[in-house]
T-cell receptor, first 111, second 114 residues
Framework: DAKTTQPTSMDCAEGRAANLPCNHS???????VYWYRQIHSQGPQYIIHGLKNNETNEMASLIITEDRKSSTLILPHATLRDTAVYYCIVRHSWGAQKLVFGQGTRLTINP | AAGVIQSPRHLIKEKRETATLKCYPI?????VYWYQQGPGQDPQFLIS???????DKGSIPDRFSAQQFSDYHSELNMSSLELGDSALYFC?????????????FGDGTRLSIL
């Protein structure tokens, strides 16, 4: 699986958009980009995933660059409850593939 | 919506004892994954099952074993427990073996070894 690089920590003001970057320059054509978050020792929570196209759901938007070497997770209106560690994970498209968690980005939403 | 159920939520054991952790996947999910998260660490993959067969194996100690039953629930059996086994153990489930299906996690079992 391709390796991902994320900033160790980020801050964002409540109500503003939080933009979390992820670099996955060695991603291959059949690997998905997944985003999870973990709020203090709770189980990781699935946010969104994509292959090539930008994706949006009720939680967030995922913007994948055209060369697929990086992506950005966008939380449009961050709240205090969005404070968590956010993991960007690249996952092969075939088989029941495990998730390989890196260090993630510790996002703090400030009032 | 129904989520992944793990039991027990907390478990305290002593060294050299055994423990069994249980995981009940989301209804109709046929794939189960186990992860271990030590204090201050990121979750690490242990083992997974698809349709009751082991599908992948990670850094799972030989002292641990797991299986998936006909109703798709899974159990992680841990023997000769060591202090270093103290961790959060998460189970996740997904539908099918296609990686376009996300894994959904339970709330975990916190195992403490005294």
């Amino acid at each position: 699986d391709a390796k991902t690089t994320q900033p160790t920590s980020m801050d964002c003001a409540e109500g503003r958009a939080a933009n979390l970057p992820c670099n996955h320059s060695t991603i291959s054509g059949n690997e998905y980009v997944y985003w999870y978050r973990q709020i203090h020792s709770q189980g990781p929570q699935y946010i969104i995933h994509g292959l090539k196209n930008n994706e949006t759901n009720e939680m967030a938007s995922l913007i994948i660059t055209e060369d697929r070497k990086s992506s950005t997770l966008i939380l449009p209106h961050a709240t205090l409850r969005d404070t968590a560690v956010y993991y960007c994970i690249v996952r092969h498209s075939w088989g029941a593939q495990k998730l390989v968690f890196g260090q993630g980005t510790r996002l703090t939403i400030n009032p | 919506a129904a989520g992944v159920i793990q039991s027990p939520r907390h478990l305290i054991k002593e060294k050299r004892e055994t423990a069994t952790l249980k995981c009940y996947p989301i209804p109709r999910h046929d794939t189960v994954y186990w992860y271990q998260q030590g204090p201050g660490q990121d979750p690490q993959f242990l083992i997974s099952f698809y349709e009751k067969m082991q599908s992948d194996k990670g850094s799972i100690p030989d002292r641990f074993s797991a299986q998936q039953f006909s109703d798709y629930h899974s159990e992680l059996n841990m023997s000769s427990l060591e202090l270093g086994d103290s961790a959060l153990y998460f189970c996740a489930s997904s539908l099918g073996s296609n990686s376009n299906q996300p894994q959904h996690f339970g709330d975990g079992t916190r195992l403490s070894i005294l």
